[in-house]
């Protein structure tokens, strides 16, 4: 029979066990994000971690649409969304998996390549496009229904299509041959710098933080000017949609990055202070503007948002 002494130590351990792990679990949050937010969420959660050194922070890269999903259709915990287009929050979690939706960062389209890549030193921003038509050139893209730089690019071809007034000009570059396809932008980052592909369609924050050549497009196609809003939304492609079957339409717009808290959080108030940290112009916003991006917040309607994140607004 044990003694109370060894009732007593026994009981302290595992008292300590049991509030060590819940302190492991108020101290972690989880965060899915846009494989183009890669490099700056690595420093960022580096700079977030010094101020905050008890906190563990799990973030996973994928595709912005396969990251929507995993909350949608898999009901993942996830803290933290964020994604490279934020009609993706709009359009597939709210209102049923999120209610607010806050923008935090710009983009656009280029054209990037290789000092190797076929006919580096002839390309220019008013050839590009007979460029990547040449039979020998390799065009590296990312997949539409997993990633939204996929079917930007094919808004690029669009609306490059009307602005040289080239006809069926979209129709030859989405059906070239010599066409690399893979679910995210930053997949195909390898292939191009091992010259498996000459130029990739991706982001011109990606190109900046990889130190790639690239060749820059008029605001009428690279989706950067919210002036050209209009002309944007002319353009739109059919994907899935956040239910097995379904469809979902995405009209052009500017290339906004947004997050939310989606509804199965285990940890909103931890990943608030993330979201404080990363949208801090001096803190999170200063790395993303070292990496490329143009940074600014906005939410539409921010009738839900957190009363933290509404003052950072105002």
Not at 180 to 209: C, F, H, T, W
Not at 213 to 219: C, G, S
Not at 255 to 276: G, H, Q, R, V, W
Request: with cysteine; charged share 25%; hydrophobic share 40%.
């Amino acid at each position: 029979m044990r003694s109370f002494k060894q009732i007593a130590v026994i009981t302290v351990l595992i008292l300590l066990f049991l509030s060590c792990n819940n302190q492991d679990k108020d101290n972690k949050i989880v965060v899915f994000h846009a494989g183009s937010l890669s490099l700056p969420f690595k420093v960022i959660i580096k700079e977030f971690n010094k101020e905050n050194p008890n906190v563990k922070v799990l973030a996973e890269s994928s595709g912005s649409l396969d990251a929507a999903r995993k909350v949608t259709d898999l009901n993942k915990e996830c803290d933290i969304l964020a994604v490279a287009d934020f009609l993706v929050i709009e359009n597939l979690l709210i209102p049923q998996h999120a209610s607010w939706n806050l923008v935090f960062a710009a983009n656009e389209m280029v054209i990037a390549y290789t000092k190797n890549s076929r006919y580096s030193d002839q390309i220019s921003t008013d050839n590009w496009k007979d460029i990547l038509l040449k039979d020998d050139a390799y065009i590296g893209r990312s997949e539409p229904n997993s990633d939204p730089c996929g079917y930007r690019a094919v808004f690029v071809f669009e609306l490059a299509e009307s602005f040289f007034g080239q006809a069926d000009l979209k129709k030859k570059l989405m059906n070239k041959e010599n066409t690399v396809i893979r679910p995210k932008e930053v997949d195909l980052l390898a292939l191009l710098e091992m010259g498996n592909i000459d130029y990739l369609m991706i982001y011109k924050s990606v190109a900046i933080q990889h130190g790639l050549k690239y060749i820059e497009l008029p605001d009428e196609i690279n989706l950067s000017n919210p002036e050209f809003e209009e002309l944007y939304n002319s353009v739109s492609i059919t994907v899935n949609g956040s239910e097995k079957g379904t469809t979902a339409e995405i009209m052009g717009s500017s290339i906004l990055y947004s997050l939310t808290i989606p509804s199965n959080s285990k940890n909103e108030d931890l990943a608030i202070e993330f979201i404080l940290f990363l949208t801090d112009p001096a803190k999170g916003g200063k790395i993303l503007t070292e990496n490329g991006m143009r940074v600014f917040n906005y939410c539409k309607d921010d009738t839900d948002l957190p009363e933290k994140l509404l003052e950072r607004l105002n």
